[in-house]
C-alpha cells in the first residue's frame, strides 16, 4: 500500500491542483456572471435620444442600458452618444464591444473628470476617441498590454480649440487638487486621462 502511495501520490496531489485550479476558474466566471446580470439589471431599456437604432440592432438592449447608466451621470457636457460611439468603432476587421456590465460604473469617475475640465476650460468635448476597448480590439490597435482601457477607467479625448498641450496641464492642476488620482498622457492630438486611482505621466 505504502509502495502504490509512494507511485500514484505525486499524481494524485497534481490531480487535485489541475481539478481546484479548474473548479476556481469556473467558479469566477460564474461570479462575473452574475456580477454581469446584477449591473445591468436595475438600468431601463428606454430608449435615449441621440442613440442609432442601428446600435441596438447590432448589440442588443445593453445600449440602452449603459446609455441611461451614462445619462443617470447627469454630465454637464457629455452625452450618451459621445460615450457609446467608440464602443463601435472597427480596426480592420475588429469591432469593438460595449465593456462587460460589471465595468459599467467604472468609467463614471473618469467621465466625470473630463465632465470638470470642459467646465473648467469652457471647451466643448470635440471627441471621446477611445474609452473601453475589449482585449481583441485592443490588440488590434495596438494598446498597451495593462491599458486602463482595457478595465473601463480611461477615455482618450479631444477639446474644441484648445491644444493636448494645454488640456493635459488643466488636467494635471485638477489632479493635484485631489479631484482624482490617475493617469493623464499628452498625444500630439489628444489626451489620456484615467482614474486607476495612483498618478502616471507620459
Excluded at 4 to 27: C, E
Excluded at 73 to 102: A, C, D, I, Q, W
Excluded at 150 to 167: I, Q
Excluded at 168 to 193: D, E, L
Aim: proline share 4%; hydrophobic share 35%; charged share 20%.
Amino acid at each position: 500500500m505504502n509502495k502504490v502511495n509512494d507511485i500514484y501520490g505525486p499524481l494524485a496531489v497534481t490531480g487535485r491542483r489541475r481539478f481546484l485550479g479548474a473548479l476556481g476558474a469556473f467558479a469566477g466566471t460564474c461570479m462575473m456572471s452574475i456580477q454581469n446580470a446584477k449591473a445591468g439589471f436595475f438600468y431601463s431599456t428606454k430608449p435615449v435620444a441621440g442613440i442609432p437604432q442601428a446600435w441596438v440592432n447590432e448589440k442588443g438592449s445593453d445600449v440602452y442600458r449603459y446609455a441611461n447608466y451614462i445619462k443617470g451621470l447627469r454630465l454637464k457636457n457629455v452625452t450618451p452618444y459621445m460615450v457609446l460611439e467608440p464602443h463601435f468603432r472597427s480596426r480592420g476587421r475588429t469591432r469593438n464591444s460595449l465593456p462587460p456590465r460589471y465595468m459599467w460604473s467604472r468609467i463614471a469617475p473618469t467621465l466625470r473628470v473630463i465632465d470638470a475640465m470642459a467646465s473648467g476650460m469652457r471647451a466643448q468635448v470635440s471627441e471621446l476617441l477611445s474609452i473601453y476597448r475589449s482585449p481583441t480590439y485592443n490588440r488590434a490597435v495596438r494598446g498597451r498590454s495593462r491599458s486602463q482601457h482595457l478595465e473601463n477607467r480611461a477615455v482618450d479625448v479631444r477639446f474644441k480649440g484648445v491644444s493636448a498641450y494645454t488640456v493635459s496641464k488643466v488636467a494635471r492642476s485638477i489632479r493635484s487638487q485631489g479631484k482624482f488620482a490617475g493617469g493623464v498622457g499628452r498625444y500630439s492630438s489628444f489626451t489620456h486621462v484615467d482614474t486607476r486611482g495612483h498618478n502616471a505621466d507620459w
